[in-house]
């Protein structure tokens, strides 16, 4: 089975990361499971529901078995 990759937008280029999905869920619940993941960090005590530091965000998904990945962005296909 091919690798399955996930995308974290950002407006900021540099916040912008790819990731390695787990291969034994399937993308819709990698994407509820990220979803929820940055909800709970972003209401956490600590953040007061602003912007999580993108390294809290990548090491809360690499305990759950995601890897990131080197990105190089292109240029702009608009």
Do not use: K, N, W
């Not at 089975?1 to 900021?12: E, T, V």
């Not at 940055?38 to 998904?61: N, Q």
């Amino acid at each position: 089975m091919a690798d399955q990759l996930m995308l974290l937008p950002s407006g900021d280029p540099e916040r912008c990361r790819l990731l390695r999905m787990p291969q034994d869920l399937a993308p819709a619940e990698a994407y509820r499971q990220v979803t929820g993941l940055m909800a709970a960090l972003e209401s956490a005590e600590g953040h007061g529901g602003g912007r999580v530091p993108v390294e809290e965000v990548i090491e809360a998904l690499e305990e759950r078995g995601f890897e990131l990945l080197p990105l190089v962005l292109g240029p702009s296909l608009d």
